[in-house]
């Protein structure tokens, strides 16, 4: 199909099958091999701008023409819900597909597929794409949603260079970005807006470009709380999903249980409805996933962390180191100790038996951030001093903290899991960092974040930044005796 070929009738997205051209601009100009992808690895340790070949009409993500409906929904779904699967394909609303320039629009989903590609959230998270592009044939929201998502990554790759004619790809990214928001606020009040799956994905793309954009996280955990956990509260758990909702679900749990202990906050899939559906999905599994457990500890662990400080908090401080309430605490924390304990055994085990997979070390380094977490519901505080607690030794703590910055970096080099999966344990890590070696450690792995996009890894950086200097401040005026000694080595 040309790209002057007028669209009509319902389109899908099978992604072009011809030959694609992989090398980018600079490894062609060398005459050199490319490894793939954007940035790929040779501009990378080049320190150089990657700019993706420009391509006549071949490669590019290409939509064709079919009139038949598809069910992309499985067989436990009613009809009015495969209806809304189709998304706006009914609406009077022009889609933008059939006015944007067709060669500027295909090449900005190509960035889209290329950013997908590249960043892989979740085991199934790699499969969405053939799922994602129908809905984004049918649906505007979806649409600017993902091309404000491929201009921004066409932004990075590019320079900003925009071609002869054409506004720079940060003009773009910005227009579908403030589009799709304005379709997004007209479409809450409709009755049917729940059930829609391109607005549930537009949520999570129009927060990711908040990731990509904003260094300051805030507006990706406004859409997190007031857009895709509002919209799946008011759904409901169900075990019963089609395949793009099922790996959304995955997707939103393992980036909103790290924003959950990220920003001490509650999550609702801390609610025993949720935590009673991950178990029923668990217990039909063929096998047992590593993934899946830590990140159920994980939610665990900040419903219990949040309890736990609301107890205390209620308490005067003088009776904090008598009443039975805090020892119960101490003890609680023990056995969520000793589950993450567990944890580990197991997945060592099966590690022996089955092999690593890229996911392997990012389920290890949740593990050995959590343990730290827990102990720092703790060791900061005197009041369990004397009372049993899972407080980490100092040597416990260098140790978990040499394998965090270890393991992150392997995640980094060798895999496609974006670096914003790394902001918890490196945040964690940050938090016991005392060595100028760690630090430096630390700074290194932000910067490789940020440098793959993700700018929110400056808020991260500054975070750290700002508490490095505040407890160089407190020990320094420790050691002039102005502060007890033993404020400044729980700072």
Not at 351 to 366: C, I, K, M, R, T
Not at 435 to 450: E, H, M, N
Request: with cysteine; aromatic share 8%.
């Amino acid at each position: 199909m040309s790209s002057s070929t007028t669209l009509q009738g319902r389109m899908v997205g099978p992604l072009d099958k011809r030959r694609r051209v992989t090398r980018c601009v600079g490894c062609a100009k060398r005459r050199i091999k490319c490894e793939g992808g954007i940035p790929c690895a040779h501009c990378i340790r080049q320190n150089t701008v990657c700019v993706a070949q420009q391509q006549s009409g071949q490669g590019m993500t290409m939509f064709v023409n079919k009139t038949q409906q598809n069910d992309f929904g499985g067989g436990c779904r009613s009809s009015a819900q495969k209806g809304m699967d189709i998304a706006n394909s009914r609406s009077s609303e022009a889609h933008p597909l059939q006015s944007v320039g067709r060669d500027k629009d295909t090449r900005l989903l190509d960035y889209f597929v290329a950013f997908i590609q590249q960043n892989m959230f979740t085991v199934s998270f790699s499969s969405i794409v053939p799922d994602l592009l129908p809905l984004i044939s049918a649906s505007p929201i979806l649409y600017h949603a993902v091309i404000a998502v491929g201009a921004l990554d066409a932004n990075r790759c590019t320079g900003g260079r925009a071609l002869q004619g054409e506004k720079s790809p940060y003009v773009d990214a910005m227009t579908s970005y403030h589009k799709s928001m304005g379709i997004l606020r007209s479409s809450l009040g409709n009755s049917n807006v729940m059930q829609r799956e391109d607005i549930l994905w537009a949520t999570f793309f129009l927060g990711l470009f908040e990731l990509l954009s904003d260094d300051s996280g805030e507006g990706w955990v406004k859409h997190m709380l007031y857009g895709t956990s509002k919209m799946l509260q008011l759904t409901g758990p169900s075990d019963c999903m089609s395949s793009p909702r099922r790996i959304f679900y995955d997707l939103f749990r393992v980036l909103e249980a790290s924003r959950a202990l990220l920003y001490n906050e509650e999550t609702i899939l801390s609610q025993q409805c949720w935590l009673q559906l991950q178990k029923a999905l668990s217990s039909n599994a063929t096998r047992w996933e590593p993934m899946e457990e830590i990140i159920t500890l994980m939610i665990e662990t900040s419903a219990f962390s949040l309890r736990a400080g609301t107890i205390i908090r209620m308490l005067p401080e003088a009776e904090r180191f008598t009443d039975p309430s805090v020892a119960l605490i101490g003890f609680e924390g023990l056995n969520v100790q000793q589950t993450i304990y567990d944890w580990h055994t197991k997945t060592l085990l099966q590690l022996v038996q089955d092999g690593p997979n890229e996911y392997s070390n990012l389920a290890l380094l949740y593990y050995h951030a959590l343990l730290i977490f827990v102990s720092g519901n703790y060791d900061y505080f005197p009041y369990w001093d004397n009372t049993p607690a899972p407080v980490l030794s100092s040597a416990e703590i260098t140790e978990h903290l040499t394998t965090i910055l270890y393991l992150s970096g392997e995640v980094l080099r060798h895999t496609k899991i974006p670096g914003v999966m790394l902001f918890f344990p490196v945040t964690v890590a940050g938090s016991r960092a005392r060595t100028i070696d760690q630090k430096s450690q630390i700074l290194d792995l932000l910067d490789q974040v940020f440098s793959r996009g993700f700018v929110v890894a400056n808020r991260i950086r500054n975070n750290l930044l700002e508490r490095w200097a505040k407890r160089e401040e407190t020990m320094h005026l420790a050691t002039s005796n102005q502060f007890p000694r033993r404020v400044s080595e729980r700072t």
